[in-house]
């Protein structure tokens, strides 16, 4: 069971707006900046928005993030069939000492 | 060409010991910690340690504490996860990851994966 509490799934259809919740606690998300993930199938993950609410050269501005208390919330707007993957939130813990990853959820373009 | 590649992942044996590495390329090695995380295929993401760009930093999960050392040189600009006594359920894809070196451990460049299965 991850620390980081995520949906299992999420889905939407082209154009539309999908968010995507993670919640924790105030050792790790309450205390620390969330990061998320992408990872396209068969490939290894790549950071798609980092402290919270930025984002690295090359992805879209379609993607945004947010935090609040012990949760975050990854937001997709104008849903695109290649953002079909999972999505992980992120962040470092204070008590365990170390990084600690939400359970993915599994994005679904319908 | 900036990127992280591992290696040295197999088959090995309950109870035996294995050496990862992840050799860097494109970009100042010593200037970033370092972070091996793990994946069972089609699941979950895992940490499994930390080291600071000096090295004199290190943190590991709870699950391969006293069992997987991290280590690296910066003068082969090279990670490395020593991982001894190896169990089953460390059966998965071990990816090394670059720490941007920001607030919250953002990961920003990762390697494709060495897969390690612990198999008898």
């Known amino acids: 069971q991850s620390v980081l509490t995520q949906p299992p799934s999420a889905s939407g259809t082209p154009g539309q707006r999908v968010a995507i919740s993670c919640s924790g606690s105030s050792s790790n998300i309450g205390s620390n900046s969330v990061n998320w993930y992408q990872q396209l199938p068969g490939t290894a993950p790549k950071l798609l928005i980092y402290?919270?609410?930025h984002r690295p050269s090359g992805v879209p501005d379609r993607f945004s993030g947010s935090k609040s208390g012990t949760s975050a919330s990854l937001a997709i707007s104008g849903l695109q069939s290649e953002d079909e993957a999972d999505y992980y939130c992120?962040?470092?813990?204070?008590?365990?000492?170390?990084?600690?990853f939400g359970g993915g959820t599994k994005l679904t373009v319908l | 060409q900036v990127q992280l590649v591992e290696s040295g992942g197999g088959v090995v044996q309950p109870g035996r010991s294995l050496r990862l590495s992840c050799a860097a390329s494109?970009?100042?090695?010593?200037?970033?910690?370092m972070h091996w995380v793990r994946q069972v295929p089609g699941k979950g993401l895992e940490w499994v340690a930390f080291?600071?760009?000096?090295?004199?930093?290190?943190s590991y999960a709870d699950s391969v504490k006293g069992r997987f050392t991290i280590s690296r040189d910066n003068s082969k600009h090279t990670l490395y996860l020593q991982m001894n006594s190896l169990r089953g359920d460390d059966t998965t894809i071990y990816y090394c990851?670059?720490?941007?070196?920001?607030?919250?451990?953002?990961?920003?460049?990762w390697g494709l994966g060495t897969l390690v299965t612990v198999s008898s």
């Open positions: 992120a962040g470092w813990d204070d008590s365990l000492n170390g990084v600690i």
């Open positions: 402290s919270n609410n």
């Open positions: 990851a670059r720490d941007l070196g920001v607030p919250g451990t953002p990961l920003d460049l």
């Open positions: 080291i600071s760009s000096d090295g004199s930093r290190k």
């Open positions: 494109g970009f100042t090695f010593s200037f970033y910690a």
